[in-house]
C-alpha cells in the first residue's frame, strides 16, 4: 500500500502485564479493569468495574493513560477465543488491570494513533488470527505472547490514519444502533410469543384448575450404567443438557450421548412422550419439558422424569407442554426444589403446582395448534432478525478488512 510502513508490534508497543491484588502496605483504592469489561465489539463496559485495595508501589507501574489498549491475554472460551483488545479511554480516575490482561501503551504516538492501532488490533481478532496464537492450560485460554507481539501492524501517516478511524467511527456507531434494533426485535418476537401463552394457559372460561398430582404421574428415570456410555450408537441417552431452558428438544451434536448396554424395555420411549428436566443442571433448566421427537431413539434417564396422565384424565401431551412451561408453573417448581448449589425437584413437588387445563381433547388440541402455529411464526421473525445481526457483524469485518488493506 502506497505511503503506509510496516512495523512489528513488539516494536511500536511497550507491554505492560496486569496487576494481582496486594496486600503490603501502603494500599491505594482503583478501579481495576478485568476480561468481564471487554465487549465483543472491542469496546469497554465500565458498568462494573472493580474497585479494590492494591499495593501502591505496583499500582504506580501499572497505572492506565489515556490511550492505553488492554489485551485479554487468558481467558476466552469455546466460542470466544482470547486476544480481545479494548482501548481506555477515560481522563479521570485511578485505574490499572488485571493479572489476565496486559496494557499495550503507543512508543510513540507522532507515528501511530493509539485509536488506530486499537482498531487494528480489533482487525486481527475478528478475523480469527489471534485462535491461532492461543494454547489451553487448566480449561484456561492463555494468548502466546510472543506470537502476539510479533504481528506485524501496517499503517499510513498520521493524517490519514486519523480519516480511517473517523470513518470507522461513524460507520461502526451506524451498526451498533441497527444490532441495538435487530436485537430488541429479537427479543420482542420470543417475548410476544412467551406472554401470549402465559395469558392463554393460564385459564380460559370453561377451564377447569387442579394440581398435577390429581392429573398425571411423574415417572423417575433408569440410572443407565457408566460404563455403556458411547459416542455413537442407535440410542440416545437423554440429559437435563437435552433440554432447552425455554422448553423443547435441544440437539446436542458432538456432545450427544450414546447407551450400548442392555435396556430395561420401559425406558425405551414413544413418541411425543412429555419429559421434565427434575435436576437444574444449568440456570433455568428445573422443570423445563420436552416432547420426544422420535420413538425407539431416546432413552428415559435419571433425573428426567416422564409424564404421564392418569387413568380417565383428558390428556394431550402437546397441551400439557405448554402448561408446563407457563411462567407461574416453572417459577413454582423451582421455589419448592431443594439443594443450593443443584436445585432437585420431584414427583411430589411437581404434583403439588396448580395448571388450568379444558376438559375436552378436542380444545386441548386445538389451543396446542395454536400455540404452535405461533411459536413458528415467532421463531419466523427471530430468524430475520438473527440473519440481520449475522450480516451486520460480516459487514463491520468488512469495514475493517477495507481499512487495513488501504481500500478505504
Same mark, same amino acid.
Given at each position: 500500500?502506497?505511503?503506509?510502513?510496516?512495523?512489528?508490534?513488539?516494536?511500536?508497543?511497550?507491554?505492560?502485564? !496486569?496487576?494481582?491484588?496486594?496486600?503490603?502496605?501502603?494500599? %491505594?483504592?482503583?478501579?481495576?479493569?478485568?476480561?468481564?469489561?471487554?465487549?465483543?465489539?472491542?469496546?469497554?463496559?465500565?458498568?462494573?468495574?472493580? #474497585?479494590?485495595? %492494591?499495593?501502591?508501589?505496583?499500582?504506580?507501574?501499572?497505572?492506565?493513560?489515556?490511550?492505553?489498549?488492554?489485551?485479554?491475554?487468558?481467558? @476466552?472460551?469455546?466460542?470466544?477465543?482470547? @486476544?480481545?483488545?479494548?482501548?481506555?479511554?477515560?481522563?479521570? @480516575?485511578?485505574?490499572?488491570?488485571?493479572?489476565?490482561?496486559?496494557?499495550?501503551?503507543?512508543?510513540?504516538?507522532?507515528?501511530?494513533?493509539?485509536?488506530?492501532?486499537?482498531?487494528?488490533?480489533?482487525?486481527?481478532?475478528?478475523?480469527?488470527?489471534?485462535?491461532?496464537?492461543?494454547?489451553?492450560?487448566?480449561?484456561?485460554?492463555?494468548?502466546?505472547?510472543? +506470537?502476539?507481539? +510479533?504481528?506485524?501492524? +501496517? $499503517?499510513?501517516? &498520521?493524517?490519514?490514519?486519523?480519516?480511517?478511524?473517523?470513518?470507522?467511527?461513524?460507520?461502526?456507531?451506524?451498526?451498533?444502533? +441497527?444490532?441495538?434494533?435487530?436485537?430488541?426485535?429479537?427479543?420482542?418476537?420470543? =417475548?410476544?410469543?412467551?406472554?401470549?401463552?402465559? =395469558?392463554?394457559?393460564?385459564?380460559?372460561?370453561?377451564?377447569?384448575?387442579?394440581? &398435577?398430582?390429581?392429573?398425571?404421574?411423574?415417572?423417575?428415570?433408569?440410572?443407565?450404567? @457408566?460404563?455403556?456410555?458411547?459416542?455413537?450408537?442407535?440410542? %440416545?441417552?437423554?440429559?437435563?443438557?437435552? $433440554?432447552?431452558?425455554?422448553?423443547? #428438544?435441544?440437539?446436542?451434536?458432538?456432545?450427544?450421548?450414546?447407551?450400548?448396554?442392555?435396556?430395561?424395555?420401559?425406558?425405551?420411549?414413544?413418541?411425543?412422550?412429555?419429559?421434565?428436566?427434575?435436576?437444574?443442571?444449568?440456570?433455568?433448566?428445573?422443570?423445563?419439558?420436552?416432547?420426544?421427537? =422420535?420413538?425407539?431413539?431416546?432413552?428415559?434417564? *435419571?433425573?428426567?422424569?416422564?409424564?404421564?396422565?392418569?387413568?380417565?384424565?383428558?390428556?394431550?401431551?402437546?397441551? $400439557?407442554?405448554?402448561?408446563?412451561?407457563?411462567?407461574?408453573?416453572?417459577?413454582?417448581?423451582?421455589?419448592?426444589?431443594?439443594?443450593?448449589?443443584?436445585?432437585?425437584?420431584?414427583? !411430589?413437588?411437581?404434583?403439588?403446582?396448580?395448571?388450568?387445563?379444558?376438559?375436552?381433547?378436542?380444545? /386441548?388440541?386445538?389451543?396446542?395448534?395454536?400455540?404452535?402455529?405461533?411459536?413458528?411464526?415467532? =421463531?419466523?421473525?427471530?430468524?430475520? /432478525?438473527?440473519?440481520?445481526?449475522?450480516?451486520?457483524?460480516?459487514?463491520?469485518?468488512?469495514?475493517?478488512? *477495507?481499512?487495513?488493506?488501504? *481500500?478505504?
Amino acid at each position: 500500500m502506497a505511503g503506509w510502513q510496516s512495523k512489528s508490534l513488539g516494536d511500536i508497543a511497550q507491554f505492560i502485564n !496486569g496487576l494481582w491484588k496486594g496486600e503490603e502496605p501502603p494500599l %491505594v483504592h482503583i478501579g481495576v479493569i478485568r476480561n468481564t469489561n471487554f465487549t465483543k465489539d472491542g469496546t469497554l463496559d465500565d458498568t462494573d468495574i472493580a #474497585y479494590l485495595d %492494591v499495593e501502591a508501589k505496583k499500582f504506580q507501574k501499572r497505572r492506565l493513560q489515556f490511550g492505553d489498549l488492554i489485551l485479554e491475554k487468558s481467558g @476466552g472460551g469455546p466460542k470466544q477465543p482470547v @486476544g480481545r483488545v479494548v482501548l481506555f479511554d477515560k481522563t479521570e @480516575g485511578d485505574f490499572s488491570f488485571s493479572n489476565f490482561t496486559a496494557a499495550i501503551r503507543v512508543v510513540d504516538q507522532s507515528e501511530l494513533d493509539p485509536k488506530f492501532l486499537h482498531k487494528y488490533l480489533h482487525w486481527v481478532y475478528v478475523s480469527g488470527r489471534t485462535e491461532a496464537m492461543q494454547s489451553h492450560s487448566t480449561g484456561i485460554r492463555n494468548l502466546n505472547g510472543d +506470537a502476539y507481539k +510479533a504481528i506485524e501492524v +501496517a $499503517f499510513p501517516a &498520521l493524517p490519514e490514519q486519523r480519516r480511517i478511524v473517523a470513518i470507522l467511527d461513524e460507520a461502526f456507531e451506524g451498526i451498533a444502533t +441497527a444490532k441495538a434494533n435487530a436485537e430488541r426485535n429479537l427479543h420482542n418476537a420470543h =417475548e410476544a410469543f412467551f406472554s401470549h401463552r402465559d =395469558e392463554l394457559m393460564s385459564g380460559q372460561v370453561g377451564w377447569l384448575e387442579a394440581p &398435577l398430582a390429581n392429573l398425571c404421574d411423574v415417572k423417575h428415570g433408569y440410572a443407565f450404567e @457408566g460404563e455403556f456410555f458411547a459416542q455413537e450408537g442407535q440410542y %440416545v441417552l437423554l440429559t437435563p443438557g437435552s $433440554f432447552y431452558e425455554s422448553g423443547g #428438544y435441544r440437539e446436542r451434536g458432538s456432545k450427544t450421548k450414546y447407551f450400548i448396554g442392555p435396556i430395561p424395555s420401559d425406558y425405551i420411549l414413544d413418541e411425543n412422550a412429555l419429559l421434565v428436566a427434575m435436576t437444574e443442571q444449568a440456570a433455568g433448566l428445573l422443570g423445563s419439558p420436552l416432547l420426544v421427537p =422420535e420413538a425407539n431413539r431416546f432413552l428415559h434417564n *435419571q433425573r428426567l422424569g416422564l409424564v404421564k396422565a392418569k387413568p380417565g384424565v383428558p390428556w394431550v401431551n402437546e397441551f $400439557f407442554f405448554h402448561a408446563f412451561n407457563v411462567a407461574r408453573v416453572r417459577q413454582e417448581i423451582h421455589a419448592s426444589a431443594s439443594g443450593v448449589k443443584v436445585r432437585h425437584t420431584s414427583p !411430589g413437588k411437581i404434583g403439588a403446582v396448580r395448571v388450568a387445563y379444558p376438559n375436552s381433547l378436542e380444545e /386441548q388440541r386445538l389451543v396446542a395448534s395454536r400455540l404452535f402455529s405461533l411459536s413458528q411464526e415467532c =421463531e419466523r421473525l427471530a430468524n430475520i /432478525q438473527n440473519r440481520k445481526l449475522i450480516a451486520l457483524d460480516e459487514l463491520k469485518k468488512s469495514l475493517l478488512h *477495507q481499512a487495513f488493506t488501504g *481500500q478505504l
